[in-house]
């Protein structure tokens, strides 16, 4: 990805700075976590059965732990690596459990963990080809974030994106058959057909309709999770949509309200002169609150009105 700046003589292009150290990195990205992957920081170079982790993450929209590794040149697997981390991960759960409740001062148990959303992301200046095709699957537990530096201290993280839909389960590769079977066994990838599967006809034509006017907006990525399939804005959740036989629902975050009672600066407050919204709320495990407003939908002629709320909450990302 180049970057141009725009002056009076046409643009011309923003030289790289490359980084000097995966530290550098490191750094930049355990300081952002929150702004970069909407993950919450547990712990750094983290040791845990021989495996150094560079970052652990905790997944708070999914209830998972993310390992976040830095690479520099590409003399690495990320299929061995990726799978190796995850294997190490599930067979220390206890561990990882301990970890996150002394550093985040929480009572977070076992339970509470969805172990079949744990992922890895990889973050480098660069993969090359062969990295990039060994991860060309539609359901294999790690990403690839390219990060690049411009003069002016102007950042920019790039996901490579997979449009393969083969298995990674069918592929063949006696050193790593094993801990693949292993880690995915318990570690569940979800597609858009886990949920639709659910639907009445009338219902799926509503969810037809609803993803393909989402998915038209800019900077819109849809996400399956085990719940919920969800629409994200530059890798901010804006809409979460759960499947049921005769109706859909749809829910979008408000934000949250601290303990003190004050609510976020990004809080969100919908139009909405039909009042169609349900407020929900709920309490995190810091004691601040959260606030969601819910629509069942099951007529297609909601469906104008409903797109007009949606675009609300996109457009105040």
């Known amino acids: 990805m180049n970057l141009y700046k725009n002056s009076t003589n046409g643009l011309f292009e923003l030289d790289g700075e490359k980084f000097a150290l995966e530290r550098e990195i490191q750094t ?39 390992i976040i590794e830095y690479k520099k040149g590409h003399s690495y697997s990320v299929v061995d690596q990726g799978y190796s981390y995850l294997s190490v991960m599930l067979n220390n759960k206890a561990e990882f459990i301990l970890e996150y409740n002394e550093r ?16 890895v992301i990889f973050v480098s200046q660069s993969f090359n080809t062969y990295q990039k095709n060994s991860v ?45 079977k292993k880690v995915t066994s318990e570690i569940k990838i979800y597609e858009e057909a886990d949920h639709i599967k659910k639907l009445s006809q009338d219902s799926r034509v509503i969810w037809e309709d609803l993803a393909n006017e989402l998915n038209s907006w800019d900077d819109v990525t849809q996400t399956p999770t085990k719940s919920y ?14 499947m049921y036989k005769t109706h859909l629902t749809l829910d979008i975050s408000r934000g949250e ?21 349900e407020e929900r709320n709920w309490t995190y495990k810091n004691g601040a609150k959260g606030n969601n407003y819910l629509v069942k939908i099951s007529k297609k002629e909601q469906m104008e009105y409903i797109k007009f709320l949606v675009k609300q909450k996109y457009d105040s990302l």
């Open 28 to 66: 930049l990205v355990e300081h952002n976590l929150h702004t970069i992957f909407s993950l919450q920081f547990v712990a750094s170079e983290l040791t845990i059965d021989n495996f150094r982790i560079d970052t652990l993450a905790y997944d708070e929209e999914n209830n998972s732990f993310v």
């Open 104 to 119: 985040m001062d929480q009572s977070l148990r076992r339970d509470d963990v969805d172990w079949s959303a744990s992922r």
């Open 136 to 180: 060309n699957f539609k359901n294999i537990p790690f990403e690839l974030w390219e990060v690049r530096r411009f003069e002016g201290d102007i950042i920019s993280f790039n996901q490579h994106q997979s449009e393969s839909k083969q298995d990674i389960n069918l592929i063949s590769d006696p050193a790593v058959d094993s801990v693949i």
């Open 229 to 242: 399939i969800g629409f994200k804005k530059n890798n901010t959740l804006f809409a979460a949509v759960r």
């Open 257 to 277: 309200i601290s303990v003190d009672g004050n609510s976020s600066k990004s809080f969100f407050t919908a139009d909405d002169p039909k009042e169609m919204f």
